[in-house]
């Protein structure tokens, strides 16, 4: 069980990506889609689902806020980009359904995206890493069962 000193230091290390997100969105960035829409809505509550899975496990925690920082990052830059290459391909014969469709941007569906395959890839990692790998015994380095130094006589 973990001290509750070094649940406070996890919960602090996990929230520090929050903190300079929200930072720098009000100093320097408060007209970019995302960091904006996130503050709107439901930011503080992602901050509180990364503190309580901190506090009880700090691994998940850590990989919450991180993953959540970058997949962040990765939404809005990879979205102004795919939104600046379809707002250079509109032409004057396009209808304003069209041109208003160029104009979207989709940094929501590739932060989200990005969200849930960085949890889901470190959930698989975790899990694998839990597994045995093949050919080693359970019980290896348990007292004198199974081989010693992988040789096959055992010695």
């Known amino acids: 069980m973990r001290s509750t000193k070094s ?3 996890s919960l602090l290390i996990c929230l520090t990506p929050f903190a300079v997100m929200s930072a720098l969105t009000k100093l320097f960035f408060p007209d970019t889609y995302l960091l ?3 503050l709107r809505h439901w930011y503080l509550g ?3 689902i990364a503190a309580a899975v901190a506090w009880f496990d700090a691994k998940w925690g850590y990989v919450l806020s991180f993953s ?5 990052v990765f939404g809005q830059v990879v979205g102004d980009l795919i939104r600046n290459h379809k707002i250079s391909k509109i032409t004057a014969e396009m209808t304003n359904q069209e041109i208003t469709r160029m104009h ?3 940094g929501f569906q590739l ?4 969200f ?3 949890i889901i890839l470190c959930g698989a990692f975790s899990v694998y890493r839990k597994v045995a790998p093949a050919g080693t015994s359970a019980c ?4 004198r069962q199974g081989r010693r130094r992988g040789r096959p006589d055992g010695r």
């Open 104 to 106: 979207g941007h989709p």
């Open 46 to 48: 992602i901050w509180a």
């Open 68 to 72: 959540y920082a970058a997949s962040v």
């Open 140 to 143: 290896a380095g348990a007292g």
């Open 36 to 38: 904006a829409w996130m």
């Open 116 to 118: 849930a395959f960085a």
């Open 111 to 114: 932060w989200m995206g990005a």
């Open 7 to 9: 649940k406070i230091l």
